[in-house]
């Protein structure tokens, strides 16, 4: 990467950016409205029904796959992932650019989110700073442009979430996209926000990584396994953040399952040193 490139400041939020903005305060009203007005069961069962697909397309498809290639998979499953990240209204191309940025400038002057920008800076940076141009974005994952079906939901991202918000009114109202779809995009912004802030400010770091990643244990609990941030800043293409046995990890677990069922192969692990040096227990 070019000195200009990661050094660039941060840069705060363009016109163009105010709509994205203006959808997450929307997000959040109609989510805090459908929770105090109580959801019925219909709401939770569409709810029970979607937030697995988009817990599993943060933290297994946009960042251990999309991000960071920790595992191969088939073109028809790749799509399906992709699917799952779009239902939170996320992007998979443009996610895993920033985010391959992120680690090229880890708490430095280029990382789109460190917290040593502030608060609200890291906590909705990545999703509104407008540094880096889309082509800038792209050059960081040009394998995953060569697939069309990925570029057409990287400009539309949107129109799935748009559709699963449509299908959840057409079954319970508004309340059914409020808690159905929109309480679990909500949630995954939070908890990718949590492990960007708090995982870089307080924890245990158990490898000197060079930047400010720590391993925190309620976060990880919390956000299924992404907490153990010091050690995947240390070893990110591997799909087991959680090195130890007590270091729970469900993202790699649900990774595990699929690689049972042939849907995910060639997935990397850390590396034999730690088994060596008794930081991993024996499979």
């Known amino acids: 990467m070019s000195t200009q490139l990661a050094t660039r400041p941060f840069t705060r939020t363009r016109p163009a950016r105010v709509w994205r903005m203006s959808l997450i305060v929307l997000m959040h009203v109609l989510v805090v409205w459908a929770l105090i007005n109580?959801?019925?069961?219909?709401?939770?069962?569409?709810?029970?029904?979607?937030?697995?697909?988009?817990?599993?397309g943060v933290g297994?498809?946009?960042?251990?796959?999309?991000?960071?290639?920790?595992?191969?998979?088939s073109r028809g499953f790749q799509f399906f992932l992709a699917l799952c990240c779009a239902s939170t209204f996320g992007d998979p191309i443009g996610f895993a650019g920033k985010h391959r940025l992120h680690h090229l400038n880890t708490d430095r002057e280029g990382d789109p989110h460190t917290p040593r920008h502030g608060f609200w800076t890291c906590?909705?940076?990545?999703?509104?700073?407008?540094?880096?141009?889309?082509?800038?974005?792209?050059?960081?994952v040009p394998r995953l442009t060569e697939y069309p079906e990925l570029m057409w939901l990287h400009r539309y991202s949107q129109v799935p979430g748009l559709i699963l918000c449509l299908v959840a009114f057409m079954i319970s109202g508004l309340s059914g996209v409020a808690v159905g779809v929109l309480f679990g995009a909500t949630m995954m912004i939070h908890n990718s926000s949590a492990v960007n802030y708090f995982c870089h400010k307080s924890g245990r770091r158990r490898f000197d990584t060079g930047d400010d990643s720590t391993n925190n244990a309620i976060?990880?609990?919390?956000v299924l396994g992404e907490g153990w941030h010091n050690n995947h800043h240390r070893y990110p293409v591997s799909a087991r953040?959680?090195?130890?046995?007590?270091?729970?990890?469900?993202?790699y677990w649900v990774i595990c399952?699929?690689?049972?069922?042939?849907?995910?192969?060639?997935?990397?692990?850390?590396?034999?040193?730690?088994?060596r040096a008794k930081l991993l227990p024996a499979d």
């Open 219 to 222: 976060v990880a609990l919390l």
């Open 60 to 73: 297994v498809a946009l960042h251990r796959y999309f991000a960071h290639n920790a595992f191969r998979t």
């Open 38 to 56: 109580g959801p019925d069961r219909t709401d939770w069962l569409i709810f029970a029904a979607i937030y697995p697909l988009q817990c599993i």
């Open 257 to 275: 399952l699929f690689e049972a069922l042939g849907l995910v192969w060639d997935v990397r692990r850390p590396p034999e040193e730690l088994r």
């Open 123 to 140: 906590w909705f940076g990545s999703l509104l700073d407008c540094r880096y141009t889309d082509e800038e974005i792209l050059a960081q």
């Open 241 to 251: 953040a959680g090195f130890c046995w007590w270091e729970i990890d469900v993202f």
